[in-house]
């Protein structure tokens, strides 16, 4: 039992070490001008046009290779602990909730709609996006299911009877 306790434990901190570094030191994907397609994507949601024309540049110039960046942010959800911060900052004084924000990081409704802009940016090349695409048609927030109904129907055009189907149900 002693044995097994000790391997348990050593086990559990190899995967806190790994765990650790991959949130510090997370893997570097396809980048243009030294940003990430994520970070591209929350800039095609800015306010600043100047954000957004280097934004949509960028996925022009990263064409394909952009896809399965976009693929995975379009089928990602928030973990409950950032929802739960979203939801409950707005109790929090000024200065808590601007801190609270920060850690919990943007929310993925915002991230998932610029990925979803930056795949109709891409076009036919977004393709092998279709079905993370097809899975944010049942996202529970109702703008990321429109734009994905928008884009489904603008990348397959005979899809929109299954795009009716999938935004009745939701």
Same mark, same amino acid.
């Given at each position: ?10 086990l559990?901190?190899?995967l ?17 001008? %030294?940003?990430? #397609? ?19 540049? %960028?996925?022009?110039? =990263?064409?394909?290779?952009? #896809? ?24 929090? *004084? ?16 915002? =991230? ?8 109709r ?9 279709? *079905?993370?695409? &097809? ?5 529970? &927030?109702? &703008? ?22 999938a935004?009745?149900? %939701?």
């Amino acid at each position: 039992a002693v044995v097994n306790r000790g391997l348990a434990l050593a086990l559990a901190l190899v995967l806190l070490l790994i765990g650790l570094g991959l949130f510090f030191f997370p893997p570097r994907g396809v980048r243009y001008q %030294g940003r990430s #397609v994520e970070q591209l994507a929350l800039m095609l949601r800015s306010a600043n046009i100047d954000d957004r024309k280097i934004a949509e540049a %960028g996925f022009k110039a =990263l064409g394909s290779g952009a #896809v399965p960046g976009l693929a995975a942010i379009i089928s990602r959800g928030d973990f409950a602990l950032k929802v739960w911060i979203w939801r409950h900052a707005q109790w929090l *004084p000024r200065g808590l909730q601007r801190t609270a924000y920060k850690v919990a990081g943007s929310s993925s409704r915002e =991230l998932r709609l610029g990925a979803i802009q930056a795949a109709r940016i891409l076009g036919r090349d977004a393709k092998p996006a279709l *079905p993370a695409i &097809e899975k944010a048609l049942y996202a529970r &927030e109702r &703008e990321v299911a429109f734009d994905a109904a928008a884009l489904l129907a603008l990348l397959i055009p005979d899809s929109i009877p299954r795009v009716e189907r999938a935004l009745k149900s %939701g």
